[in-house]
C-alpha cells in the first residue's frame, strides 16, 4: 500500500546517534503511513548492523561504496512509494509529530513545492541552520570582507543568515536544509532529484535554487520540530569545511557564468584568506591544522575551488 511518506536516510558512521533518529520516527509518528529508507554509505562502525538488529521495519539499502550525500539519497528515493519524500538526517531526532505536522502542512498548501522544520539544539534553543536565504553575489561579497562575521545574524549585513528570525511562525525562504526537507513526489521527479555531482554539502542549495526557477516557494512549517545535532556526519572541522567550500565553489559554477562567476568565486576565495589572516592577527599562528582551519583552506584554494568535477 503507498504510504503518504518516504523517509529517506543517508547514514556513514553513524551508529552512535542514528538509533536515537529511527526510535523517534516511529515514535513520533503519529496517523501518516511511513516507509522508511535508509541507505548506509559503507559505514565501518557497524550501523547497517544496528539497523537490521533492532529496526526490521527499516529498508536497508547498501551499495557497498560511499556514494556521498546527493547520489545516496537519489538512490533511497528511487524506491520510494509515497505522495511525498522526506530527506533526514541521522543525527536528528524527532519532537512532537513533526512528520505529521509537516506532511499534514503540505497537503494544506500544495502550492510551495518544498517544506522544511525548525531545528533545536539540544538545550531547547534554536538551531538556526534548518534554512537559509538564498545565496547572491551581494551575500557573497559581504561574506568575502569579513562583514558576515563581524555582524552575524544581521538582517542585512548577513542575508543568509535570515537574521535574528527565530524560524517560529510560516515563512517563504530561500533554502531548506537537507537536514529536514520535505518534498511532494511530483515536484522530486520534476527536478529529478539532487544533482549527483555534489559529494556533500551544496547540493540542498542547488535543489532550493532549481525548485524556485521551476516555480516553487520553499516554506518553513514551524509546528514541525526537531533536535539537530550540526556537524556529527562529518570527520573533522577541516575535512567538513574543505567538503562545505567545494560545494560551494560548484554551486557557484552551476548557477552564474562569465563575470558573475569569475566575481563568486573570488568572493569565495577572498573570504577565506581574510579570514586566514585574521585569525593569525588575533591567535598567532596556530599550532596543527584543526586550529588553522582557514589558513588551510586558502592554501588549498585551487583545489577547492574548481568544485566537484564531473
Same mark, same amino acid.
Given at each position: ?88 538526517? !541521522? ?18 498548501? !500544495? ?106 516557494? !520553499? ?66 599562528? !596556530? ?24
Amino acid at each position: 500500500m503507498k504510504a503518504d511518506v518516504a523517509i529517506v536516510i543517508v547514514s556513514y558512521n553513524s551508529a552512535e546517534f542514528i538509533g536515537d533518529c529511527l526510535r523517534s520516527v516511529f515514535d513520533q509518528c503519529e496517523g501518516v503511513k511511513q516507509q522508511v529508507i535508509v541507505v548506509d554509505n559503507d559505514s565501518k562502525d557497524g550501523t547497517a548492523e544496528l539497523i537490521r538488529r533492532e529496526f526490521p521495519r527499516v529498508e536497508l539499502i547498501e551499495p557497498g561504496e560511499n556514494l556521498g550525500f546527493a547520489k545516496g539519497v537519489n538512490l533511497g528515493a528511487s524506491h520510494a512509494d509515497a505522495d511525498y519524500i522526506l530527506l533526514l538526517n !541521522p543525527d536528528t531526532t524527532l519532537l512532537g509529530h513533526a512528520v505529521d505536522r509537516v506532511v499534514e502542512f503540505a497537503r494544506k498548501h !500544495p502550492e510551495h513545492g518544498l517544506y522544511g522544520g525548525r531545528t533545536l539544539k539540544p538545550d531547547g534553543s534554536l538551531e538556526p541552520s534548518s534554512c537559509w536565504g538564498s545565496p547572491t553575489l551581494w551575500s557573497m561579497a559581504l561574506f568575502a570582507f569579513g562583514v558576515t562575521t563581524a555582524a552575524p545574524r544581521n538582517r542585512w549585513l548577513d542575508p543568509e543568515s535570515l537574521g535574528s528570525w527565530q524560524r517560529d511562525t510560516v515563512r517563504e525562504v530561500g533554502v531548506i536544509t537537507g537536514c529536514f526537507l520535505l518534498c511532494e513526489t511530483g515536484a522530486w521527479k520534476e527536478l529529478e532529484g539532487l544533482d549527483e555531482r555534489y559529494f556533500m554539502y551544496g547540493e540542498d542549495v542547488d535543489f532550493a535554487l532549481r525548485a524556485r526557477r521551476a516555480g516553487y516557494r !520553499p516554506v518553513i512549517c514551524p509546528e514541525a520540530e526537531l533536535v539537530h545535532e550540526v556537524g556529527q556526519c562529518s570527520d573533522t572541522p577541516v575535512h567538513k569545511m574543505r567538503l562545505l567550500y567545494r560545494g560551494k565553489a560548484s554551486l557557484v559554477r552551476s548557477h552564474w557564468s562569465g563575470l558573475g562567476r569569475r566575481l563568486g568565486l573570488w568572493f569565495l576565495a577572498a573570504g577565506t584568506g581574510t579570514r586566514a589572516l585574521a585569525t593569525r592577527l588575533l591567535k598567532g599562528a !596556530p599550532t596543527d591544522q584543526a586550529q588553522d582551519r582557514w589558513g588551510t583552506l586558502w592554501r588549498e584554494r585551487e583545489v577547492w575551488l574548481r568544485g566537484y568535477e564531473s
